[in-house]
């Protein structure tokens, strides 16, 4: 009789330990939570006018945002829970944090000081489009991983990315609070901070982000052995750069960003093009096609 409940009581142990969550599986989950939190603390600090320490919070929150898929598929602790997780936080960070740190910035602060209430309506709609392109976005995104792209895709995304489109949108703040425009540039910095110019690049980057444009992906892209040391001195000089003025470099790099979009669209179609000639060629010919000779 004790041998049976003893088998018993094994049996249960196993089946307690099969249902048992790995610990090492909710570390990237708690990482993808982290960059959440990261996101709303700048939403609030925005809301303060407290605009420099809201950067270090998307900062914050972009770094952690590029960390939970590596530490996941290191950890082989990846999940649909996780994937879908991580959908939302990039909802919060790069969709609703930048559009709301860009409304409390060109609509005159939390006070909306100097602003007519009629405009700040038109840049919170603003930030409303620019938001939900950013949800749209994602929403595609997820829905083409079950889909398998045309090889000339794989060096491209559809349309900006999330956190590229976050960081477009604040280059003008970067650039002007980085070289003290409000100071020496007035006039400039008043044209590029008011409301017209806000609403403008909350449009502008809103609309790349749910466009089908194609827009250059590092992930695939291979450096010749010709290339690697010129690119490592790059490499070197961005990495010096960020650490002696880092907001003025990000801003620069936003900044090239956007001018890379029409390089992106016509490599694009160059890569397309050498495809499809490619397999015209080796296509072979079908009985009954007309050729030279027919």
Known sequence: MGRFRLRGARRRRRERRADALPLKA??????????????MTSISLSSEGRFGEALVALLVACVCDGVDGRVARLLDASSKLGAE?????DFVNFGVAPAMFMYFWVAGGPEHVGCDPRTVRMVLGCALFYAMCDCFRLARFNTMLEQDPLPYWKHFFTGVPAPGGCWMLLTP???LSSLGAETRWPELYAALSGPAAGMAMLLFAGTLMASRLPTISLKSV????????????????????LFIDLWLTLGVIGALYVFSVPFSCAAFLRARDRWER???QARPARAGDGGPDA
């Open 85 to 89: 997780l991580d959908s939302l936080a």
């Open 222 to 241: 291979h450096v010749s052995k010709r290339a690697q040391r010129p690119v490592l001195a790059c490499g070197l000089l961005l990495i010096g750069c």
């Open 278 to 280: 490619q397999n015209v």
């Open 26 to 39: 909710m570390v990237p989950n708690m990482i993808t939570a982290l960059a959440a939190c990261a996101g």
């Open 173 to 175: 703040y970067l650039l």
